[in-house]
């Protein structure tokens, strides 16, 4: 007898297919700078998404909100090349430029932006009427 492995099939669901369409693909990114990392999460009550950016300052990073247009800039000055020239170099510098179209579902007026620790995060709370709720069921 023969076994054959067989793969689950992974069904996503409707929800995950369009919210993921919403971040995987910028609407503009500049193409000759780098771009920070990104991670989206949403939760119950809104959008989570985390960009890697060490070493920035609060004065080089723009964050701003445009019909349902996220666009987050940022300027990364070069350090001083060192003297001797480098063997190997991986990290960017220069500027960036970074905009996600967001889910009707946003709440323009309540959106956060943290800088710490070498990670901006940004918090977008949903519209109420957007949140899940309970439908209680009257028996008649």
């Known amino acids: ?6 793969a689950k099939p992974r069904l996503p669901s409707l929800v995950d297919d369009m919210f993921r369409s919403y971040f995987d693909e910028p609407v503009h990114s500049t193409k000759d700078t780098w771009r920070p990392a990104m991670d989206a999460f949403e939760t119950d009550t809104g959008y989570e998404i985390s960009f890697s950016m060490p070493g920035f300052k609060k004065e080089q990073i723009h964050v701003s ?3 349902k247009t996220l666009t987050i800039k ?10 001797g020239g480098y063997l190997y170099r991986e ?10 179209y967001l889910p009707e579902n946003v709440d ?19 519209m109420k009427e ?6 209680d069921v009257k028996v008649k």
């Open 130 to 135: 957007a949140l899940p709720r309970e439908i």
């Open 74 to 83: 940022g300027v990364h000055d070069e350090e001083t090349v060192r003297k």
């Open 108 to 126: 323009a007026e309540k959106v956060n932006a943290n800088y710490s620790e070498g990670i901006l995060n940004i918090s977008i709370s949903k």
């Open 91 to 100: 990290i960017a510098f220069g500027t960036f430029e970074r905009s996600l």
């Open 1 to 6: 007898m023969t076994l054959i492995k067989v």
């Open 65 to 67: 909100l445009n019909n």
